[in-house]
């Protein structure tokens, strides 16, 4: 691991069209390089969120085509940073597409992808349901991303419901984690996400002012912002609110060196058996 850098998470609201997006998000990062950002990531769909699957799948198109790529590996030239698109609709099949996180290295190469595993396929008490893996197929594999501060594990969203996936990511040698987030409000006491679709209210859509809450210019969907950058102990070093916006926090790959060396849990897994199953006495005759 190398030297400190100050790492930004980008806040916004997403919606139904690439171009208002990719002016939203632009606007953004150049503030947050402005600021002395090194690495600055996006949420989750911030290429497009269209709730309706017919026009969803109408208007994703592949890598090649993709206006929200383009952009972002134009920006990383511009700029000098280190991106990470937190993800964009990239059509796969016919009728599926793939729910894929971007790595933009500074001379706009793409150094990574990453296609979301974990599908939200859920029914709310409210009587909302949602069914990713209708529109989305999952991803088949974790990934790594080589930082000049060093190795970066990338995840969406969903994917931080299940532990094994960064368990499996320290092991491999992330030193950080990534979590582009469009979290629903139902799921906010997990949300651990470094950078999220944000709840907003204004009366006029805007770049930088939507009217309705992230990652739900449409149908109603409600999700949470609070972007966080999150240290080796738990402490939050920042933490964006419910607005659009962005946030940076000084990173020091050395605090993570430490905190591994004070508490080496990364060397103290065990092969865990089958539970047993207890079986309840019997009652006295």
Partial sequence: MSAKFTAACVQMTSGREFAPNIKAASDLIRRARDAGADFIMTPEITGMFEPKRDLHLAKATDEAANPVIAAFRDLARETGAW????????????????????LMAPDGAIAARYDKIHMFDVDLKNGESYRESALYRPGEASVLATLPWGTLGMTICYDLRFPYLYRTLAQAGADFLSISGGLHRAYRQGALACAANARVRSR????????????????GRKTFGHSLIVDPWGEILADAGEGVGFITAEIDPAKIAEARRMVPALRHDRAVPA????QAPLAAE
């Fill in 275 to 278: 539970p047993q199953t207890m």
């Fill in 204 to 219: 006029m859509p805007a770049s930088s002012s939507p009217r309705r809450n992230g990652a739900s210019m449409a149908e």
């Fill in 83 to 102: 991106l990470l698109l937190g993800s964009t609709p990239i059509r796969i099949e016919a009728e599926r597409l793939a729910n894929r996180s971007f």
